[in-house]
């Protein structure tokens, strides 16, 4: 966990016995884990399940941060026909506490072997090692938007992609920008200055970052985890030389008849209070030959409540970023804290993991909650467990779900009530991806 306030302590799985490789062909798949010397064979059936090509020097950078034991292929008929990977982090949640959870990665299956229990053996392994771990909850970013909501996944932060000229992009004058100074620094040394202000900034939503993880992001390959050769690294120190928020960012250069247009590309921007971002923001805004500045946003960022023109700022799509499984409901609805005080008995359905079923009592005093089994009492609401994980860091409303017919509110006003305790302020967000 992250320094200054709690966290839940990770156990050890237990260790599966490897599955004989030469085992003869089944039925029925076969999971086993493999370690890093394996993952040649892994990003091949990745691959060809995803129709893309890894470079071999990316594999070699993945190699580095892959964890024994939960990296694994599956087999059927004697042939590796899947993979499905997850990482160990630490998921922030509202009120700055960390839990424990399990961030599930490249799960593919090959064309010939679709349709054949694969992709449910795949997330029974990763689900029943991660509870076996204690960690609380498992999380992923989706391919595609039909696939996880079956296995109890939910949309728990959403992104825009956002466009800015810069010719428009002057602020309010009574924007809230930080004094202090900007400098560049070396993208190479640079791993343990900004992991220090990650760690600070104890925004909902934020996972954690290795060691390991911090060399990918900063590194020359290009991932979906981060990484550019063309990356540049600003970072906003305070009145007293502390550095209190940072940039990662590119330009690509593009010249018109009339002069330069360079485009801005925004890896992310993270600081310990959004003054500070928004210094980094200014100066990167005011960049000289940036015709148009491009970066991934939460829907309430900052930045569009301080643009003297509100149009400036264009939403060019708007998707899921971080689905949550919660795991242990009751150690993740305690772990967080809560906008207003009451009491809700939560009805919670799991149809893949059902012994995790059945009725929930959060109680909220002062701020801090408490959730406990509550077999045999009366709910308030009725949910699926992916709609709350939807809801578990305020990224969406019990109302809206109740609209839609997903949650059925058994008590008269519990929806309102359970939006009132739930809300987060700002909304959940990360910047890692995985």
């Given at each position: 966990?992250?320094?200054?306030?709690?966290?839940?302590?990770?156990?050890?799985?237990?260790?599966?016995?490897?599955?004989?490789?030469?085992?003869?062909?089944?039925?029925?798949?076969?999971?086993?884990?493999?370690?890093?010397?394996?993952?040649?064979?892994?990003?091949?059936?990745?691959?060809?399940s995803?129709?893309?090509?890894?470079?071999?020097?990316q594999?070699?950078?993945?190699?580095?941060?892959?964890?024994?034991?939960?990296?694994?292929?599956?087999?059927?008929?004697?042939?590796?026909?899947?993979?499905?990977?997850?990482?160990?982090?630490?998921?922030?949640?509202?009120?700055?506490?960390?839990?424990?959870?399990?961030?599930?990665?490249?799960?593919?299956?090959?064309?010939?072997?679709?349709?054949?229990?694969?992709?449910?053996?795949?997330?029974?392994?990763?689900?029943?090692?991660?509870?076996?771990?204690?960690?609380?909850?498992?999380?992923?970013?989706?391919?595609?938007?039909?696939?996880?909501?079956?296995?109890?996944?939910?949309?728990a932060?959403?992104?825009?992609?956002?466009?800015?000229?810069?010719?428009?992009?002057?602020?309010?004058?009574d924007?809230?920008?930080?004094?202090?100074?900007?400098?560049?620094?070396?993208?190479?040394g640079?791993?343990?200055?900004?992991?220090?202000?990650?760690?600070?900034?104890?925004?909902?939503?934020?996972?954690?970052?290795?060691?390991?993880?911090?060399?990918?992001?900063?590194?020359?390959?290009?991932?979906?985890?981060?990484?550019?050769?063309?990356?540049?690294?600003?970072?906003?120190?305070?009145a007293?030389?502390?550095?209190?928020?940072?940039?990662?960012?590119?330009?690509?250069?593009?010249?018109?008849?009339?002069?330069?247009?360079?485009?801005?590309?925004?890896?992310?921007?993270?600081?310990?209070?959004p003054?500070?971002?928004?210094?980094?923001?200014?100066?990167?805004?005011?960049?000289d030959?940036?015709?148009?500045?491009?970066?991934?946003?939460?829907?309430?960022?900052?930045?569009?409540?301080?643009?003297?023109?509100?149009?400036?700022?264009?939403?060019?799509?708007?998707?899921?970023?971080?689905?949550?499984?919660?795991?242990?409901?009751?150690?993740?609805?305690?772990?967080?804290?809560?906008?207003?005080?009451?009491?809700?008995?939560?009805?919670?359905?799991?149809?893949?993991?059902?012994?995790?079923?059945?009725?929930?009592?959060?109680?909220?005093?002062?701020?801090?909650?408490g959730?406990?089994?509550?077999?045999?009492?009366?709910?308030?609401?009725?949910?699926?467990?992916?709609?709350?994980?939807a809801?578990?860091?305020?990224?969406?409303?019990?109302?809206?779900?109740?609209?839609?017919g997903?949650?059925?509110?058994?008590?008269?006003?519990?929806?309102?009530?359970?939006?009132?305790?739930?809300?987060?302020?700002?909304?959940?967000?990360?910047d890692?991806l995985?």
């Open positions: 966990g992250r320094p200054g306030v709690p966290s839940l302590r990770r156990v050890t799985a237990p260790q599966h016995p490897p599955a004989d490789r030469a085992a003869a062909p089944t039925d029925e798949p076969v999971v086993r884990a493999i370690g890093a010397e394996d993952l040649d064979a892994y990003y091949r059936i990745d691959a060809a995803f129709g893309v090509r890894h470079d071999p020097a594999v070699e950078v993945k190699r580095t941060i892959v964890e024994p034991g939960r990296f694994h292929l599956v087999t059927l008929d004697g042939v590796d026909g899947g993979a499905a990977g997850s990482f160990a982090f630490d998921l922030t949640v509202p009120g700055g506490a960390t839990v424990p959870v399990c961030g599930i990665s490249d799960v593919g299956v090959l064309p010939t072997h679709r349709r054949r229990g694969l992709l449910r053996a795949l997330p029974d392994r990763v689900l029943d090692d991660a509870a076996a771990r204690g960690e609380v909850a498992a999380v992923l970013t989706a391919s595609q938007g039909t696939i996880y909501g079956r296995f109890g996944f939910g949309v932060t959403r992104r825009r992609s956002a466009t800015v000229p810069v010719a428009r992009s002057a602020f309010r004058p924007a809230p920008v930080a004094g202090g100074r900007v400098r560049i620094v070396d993208r190479a640079a791993a343990g200055l900004l992991a220090d202000v990650y760690s600070r900034s104890t925004r909902n939503g934020t996972l954690s970052r290795s060691a390991a993880w911090w060399e990918v992001v900063l590194g020359d390959a290009e991932l979906f985890i981060g990484g550019h050769r063309d990356h540049l690294v600003a970072v906003h120190d305070d007293a030389g502390i550095a209190d928020a940072y940039a990662i960012y590119r330009t690509e250069e593009r010249w018109h008849d009339t002069g330069p247009a360079h485009r801005m590309e925004v890896r992310e921007v993270v600081g310990t209070h003054a500070a971002e928004l210094a980094l923001w200014r100066t990167l805004l005011d960049h030959l940036v015709d148009h500045l491009h970066a991934p946003l939460p829907v309430d960022h900052v930045l569009g409540d301080v643009l003297e023109d509100p149009r400036a700022l264009v939403t060019e799509g708007e998707r899921d970023v971080l689905w949550c499984r919660p795991l242990d409901v009751a150690a993740l609805l305690s772990a967080r804290t809560y906008a207003a005080d009451g009491a809700l008995v939560l009805g919670v359905a799991d149809r893949f993991r059902p012994d995790r079923a059945g009725a929930y009592r959060l109680e909220v005093s002062a701020g801090c909650g959730c406990e089994r509550a077999d045999g009492s009366a709910v308030d609401l009725e949910l699926d467990v992916a709609d709350l994980g809801c578990s860091l305020g990224g969406s409303s019990f109302r809206r779900l109740v609209r839609a997903r949650v059925r509110e058994v008590g008269a006003g519990a929806a309102a009530r359970a939006d009132t305790m739930f809300t987060s302020v700002p909304l959940p967000w990360t890692t995985f």
